[in-house]
């Protein structure tokens, strides 16, 4: 293929790969009322989790995939967890640009591991944006790279005790990254295990997905995704240039749809955090916090999950067609600030 041909073809990836009902939503549709696009979950009401994937059905799921495409998709065992969980790694297409998505760092902050699932499925499977995509980019997930937490949280049985956003040594594993780590690496295996991933892939852009609890946007409707790049002032100008690149894309990706809106996350120089700490490291990273920690439970979790597939698809389909190096990252400043907290109006 020529390069041009290859150029051409691959700008038809991006609108293949967003073709998802999310995506695909009428710009003139109305949208939803200030505040409330979704359930919450109020107090007293339990958490139902039932329909996310679990542990054993996350490997189940790897396992199939892997086997149904075993020339496009690559499912590695990277290490385990403090109580021994299996840590993965998929990885789909063989391109010269490489993204790399972390998702569920915090057991309780599951929508980014669903969305890479799907994702992965799109990516992997025939057909030929898909194919040329490969060609172009290579995409490696570690999906859920805290399955302890997630265990605690998941099942009622195992709710009371450790934090689930800890490790079961109680350990933040977003705070291991970067020159001067809070704690032991040899408390976190799974911190341990991304470093492994990270140094033997270079990945061109790390995706780091995470959530938090209910915000307004300034003109008073309800944040679904707010997006930072690295900002420790320490971190190379061209990282975080590449970080804000990423920003402005999914901004652009979501623009058009009534269910999403997005904001800039707060500002914080915390060197340790994987969103600065492997910018210090000199790898362009964009954390992406959505709705959806506790009062969103799964009621509201299929919008959130389109939402995040999305952004990662804009962002694969932008590196694959060369559009993702010509954006200007000063278009990230135009995003709005987050605003103030909402709680649940029960």
């Not at 859920?144 to 594993?173: C, K």
């Not at 420790?232 to 999914?250: C, S």
Request: net charge negative; glycine share 8%; aromatic share 4%.
């Amino acid at each position: 293929m020529t390069v041009s041909r290859r150029r051409s073809a691959t700008l038809v990836i991006a609108a293949a790969l967003l073709a998802s009902p999310l995506a695909a939503a009428p710009a003139a549709a109305a949208p939803p009322p200030p505040l409330k696009p979704g359930p919450w979950v109020c107090e007293g009401e339990p958490v139902k989790l039932n329909r996310l994937t679990s542990n054993a059905e996350l490997a189940a799921e790897l396992r199939t995939l892997a086997k149904r495409h075993p020339r496009t998709l690559d499912v590695e065992t990277i290490g385990r967890s403090v109580d021994g969980r299996p840590l993965y790694t998929a990885t789909a297409g063989t391109g010269p640009r490489k993204l790399l998505i972390l998702t569920q760092m915090h057991g309780d902050e599951p929508l980014g591991t669903e969305a890479a699932l799907r994702m992965l499925k799109k990516v992997a499977g025939p057909g030929r944006a898909a194919r040329e995509l490969r060609e172009e980019v290579t995409i490696k997930v570690v999906p859920r790279v805290n399955p302890d937490g997630w265990e605690r949280y998941h099942d009622p049985d195992f709710r009371e005790g450790i934090d689930p956003r800890l490790n079961s040594h109680q350990v933040d594993l977003n705070r291991m990254f970067g020159p001067a780590p809070e704690y032991d690496l040899a408390l976190a295996p799974e911190a341990a295990a991304v470093h492994g991933v990270v140094d033997g892939f270079a990945p061109d852009l790390v995706l780091d997905y995470h959530h938090q609890v209910t915000y307004a946007t300034p003109d008073g409707r309800m944040v679904t995704m707010s997006v930072l790049w690295s900002t420790h002032p320490d971190v190379a100008p061209e990282v975080a240039a590449d970080g804000k690149r990423a920003a402005a894309v999914v901004g652009d990706a979501l623009a058009d749809d009534p269910r999403s809106h997005l904001t800039l996350y707060p500002r914080s120089d915390t060197a340790s955090t994987a969103r600065n700490g492997l910018g210090l490291d000199g790898y362009p990273t964009l954390l992406l916090e959505q709705r959806g920690q506790q009062e969103a439970g799964q009621k509201g979790a299929g919008p959130l999950i389109r939402e995040a597939q999305t952004a990662m698809e804009s962002l694969a389909g932008s590196l694959a067609d060369g559009s993702f190096a010509t954006t200007d990252p000063s278009r990230a400043d135009l995003l709005p600030e987050r605003g103030a907290k909402v709680d649940p109006p029960c």
